[in-house]
T-cell receptor, first 115, second 112 residues
Framework: DQQVKQNSPSLSVQEGRISILNCDYTNSMFDYFLWYKKYPAEGPTFLISISSIKDKNEDGRFTVFLNKSAKHLSLHIVPSQPGDSAVYFCAASARSNFGNEKLTFGTGTRLTIIP | DGGITQSPKYLFRKEGQNVTLSCEQNLNHDAMYWYRQDPGQGLRLIYY???????QKGDIAEGYSVSREKKESFPLTVTSAQKNPTAFYLC???????????FGQGTRLTVV
């Protein structure tokens, strides 16, 4: 049962435009959400996160929006740059008890920025 | 420099052999994790450890074993019982209760 879903396996966006990556989750216990960026043959690197007490978090060109009622979050990248071409993973955490934290990852969306 | 080191980057083994993947971190993190990535799939959790000498099974622990004798080290053994061992393996660490995980560069294991 995939608790974190990224329904678009790939996305192509022209350089300078906005990239919007979507993520849906089913577990209502999730209260912290993260986006990771991954280049081929490398480990993912943390990009941005959001707590369930917020509905928006912004860091430079990257903004994450959280809609708790819809169990949906999205990552906006604006303007998109060629270096943004990578696979983006959405991840969620349910920090119910101390020591029980782990991340549940989505299947990833491959973003390609077209020059 | 602080970080997580996985070795080797590429590993080839014959079917039926056990193989151990190394993961070392100098971030002083208590929690460490092993994930597996297959083409077109997300990262799936194999094992995790929140403290030395203790570890928990993740979603796909069958055919794998781990140890956590030192805070800095969390080696993963892929045993001959693992039916599809060829994959990209990622090790990560975090502070317990932390908000992000730090990943190593991964080990690509190919079993022939």
């Amino acid at each position: 049962d995939q608790q974190v879903k990224q329904n678009s396996p790939s996305l192509s966006v022209q350089e300078g435009r906005i990239s919007i990556l979507n993520c849906d989750y089913t577990n209502s216990m999730f209260d912290y959400f993260l986006w990771y960026k991954k280049y081929p043959a490398e480990g993912p690197t943390f990009l941005i996160s959001i707590s369930s007490i917020k509905d928006k978090n912004e860091d430079g060109r990257f903004t994450v929006f959280l809609n708790k009622s819809a169990k949906h979050l999205s990552l906006h990248i604006v303007p998109s740059q060629p270096g943004d071409s990578a696979v983006y993973f959405c991840a969620a955490s349910a920090r119910s008890n101390f020591g029980n934290e782990k991340l549940t990852f989505g299947t990833g969306t491959r973003l390609t920025i077209i020059p | 420099d602080g970080g997580i080191t996985q070795s080797p980057k590429y590993l080839f083994r014959k079917e039926g052999q056990n193989v151990t993947l190394s993961c070392e971190q100098n971030l002083n993190h208590d929690a460490m994790y092993w994930y597996r990535q297959d083409p077109g799939q997300g990262l799936r959790l194999i094992y995790y450890s929140q403290i030395v000498n203790d570890f928990q099974k993740g979603d796909i622990a069958e055919g794998y074993s781990v140890s956590r004798e030192k805070k800095e080290s969390f080696p993963l053994t892929v045993t001959s019982a693992q039916k599809n061992p060829t994959a990209f393996y990622l090790c990560a660490s975090s502070i317990v209760g932390g908000t992000e995980a730090f990943f190593g560069q991964g080990t690509r294991l190919t079993v022939v």
